[in-house]
């Protein structure tokens, strides 16, 4: 008997965002797989199964939804966001290239989500209008002149930058090297967005620039978004501002 | 009277990618304003006012939605995928910037969808495991030096690439010329899949290398995803190998 594999992208966090297609993969598998917060958003429902698991342990949950997959259970793998963004799609398939060959007969479904970067370019206005990047701030996964090599090459290019796993307690300073970084290559006042937890009630989101910008501001849960030199802010009579990246560059007053 | 206008990703096509807060939104407008074969895409509703423009009349299409939803409508404008990534929500806020000085009042919400990067991707594997960028290839809207700067800039320093808008009539030599620019960089092996229609009838997925990859698969509804250094194909004994990128650069055989 051999089941099958779905990894579901959970959204932001708002039922809103979650697609018709995300919603029947969780009503019908028998397991759910993932970590712990994220199983937690899920509704129980009698008979299925929740396997949660803690941060960081990516590869050895992939083997588990793999090894229940092939002994024949309807497993859902669940992500925050999209699951092919920084997440559990790509660790699956690293569990399976590296895993038992009967894997690679296993049904596989990657369910894609709405994104924390595009929820929170979304919520803001329209900041990656314009050719942009998103760049994983941790050094666990490569090392950390990697990370000020692909920053320092996606500003000077013009990208807008989309920060994933901007700090965490384990990564105290390595936004603020990010930041100084930057300083050396955009202009003060480039806009800079921290985007919180977007679409769930407590979402946070603070607009500033490039000089003014501080590490403190962000959290495990905010995507920092880092405008380039043509991105621009609507200032509007009530309420916070509006940030866009016009689609032209010519479009630069 | 004041209207509101949201501005709506319609996903990558299929109904069941669409989210419940964009269905809400479509439900709800007495306006729809969109290029033609997205508003087409929407079930017709009594009483709801459809208004479809031409290819590449954004500007025209965000200051009609902008007029119409001052005078009280309640206008939804559609855009394929996301709407903030190469579609109607930057030309919406460049319209707000540029116009009347009222419309900085209105109401605006930007509803995300599931980008065409994303549900390509997902198709594929998880491609996009790793830092990404995406890149629209069209030279209307900015120089092609700058495109070339750019494909440059993220190939060497490791993005995988999404790219937007590849061909078209109007620009037929520009795909060619970013695959040559991409061989002068990039191992011959890196992986490439041409990605059209995803989720759609007429889907069509092929993958290649960039050794072999011409510019004639794609069309103007194909996304072109270029792998990196790192990207991996996983064979499977039956069906289309699988295209991951790994969380970790250390995950390099």
Chains 1, 2 share one sequence.
């Not at 699956?92 to 596989?108: D, K, M, N, Q, S």
């Not at 936004?175 to 970084?181: K, N, P, R, S, V």
Request: hydrophobic share 45%; proline share 8%.
């Amino acid at each position: 008997m051999t089941g099958c594999l779905t990894i579901v992208g959970l959204g932001p966090g708002n039922d809103a965002l979650l697609t018709p297609r995300a919603s029947e993969a969780l009503a019908t598998a028998t397991d759910l797989v993932g970590y712990a917060p994220y199983v937690a958003r899920i509704a129980e429902r009698p008979g299925q199964r929740r396997h949660a698991s803690d941060n960081r342990q990516e590869i050895e949950r992939a083997r588990e939804a793999l090894r229940l997959a092939a002994a024949g259970a309807a497993v859902a793998v669940v992500s925050s966001g999209d699951p092919g963004v920084f997440a559990m799609a790509a660790a699956v398939f690293e569990a399976i290239e590296h895993g038992e060959p009967a894997w690679r007969t296993l049904e596989v479904e990657v369910v894609p989500g709405i994104s924390a970067m595009f929820a929170a370019a979304a919520r803001l206005g329209a900041p990656l209008g314009h050719d942009f990047c998103a760049l994983s701030l941790s050094d666990n996964l490569k090392p950390w002149d990697v990370v000020l090599q692909r920053l320092t090459a996606a500003a000077s290019a013009g990208f807008v930058i989309a920060l994933y796993n901007p700090i965490s307690r384990a990564r105290p300073w390595q936004l603020g090297a990010a930041l100084d970084c930057l300083r050396r290559i955009l202009p003060p006042t480039t806009p800079i967005a921290f985007a919180r937890a977007i679409s769930q009630p407590d979402e946070r989101v603070v607009i500033t620039d490039l000089q003014r910008a501080v590490p403190e501001t962000a959290d495990m849960s905010t995507l920092v978004l880092i405008g380039s030199a043509h991105t621009r802010q609507i200032e509007r009579p009530s309420g916070e501002p509006w940030l866009y990246t016009p689609r032209s560059l010519e479009a630069k007053p």
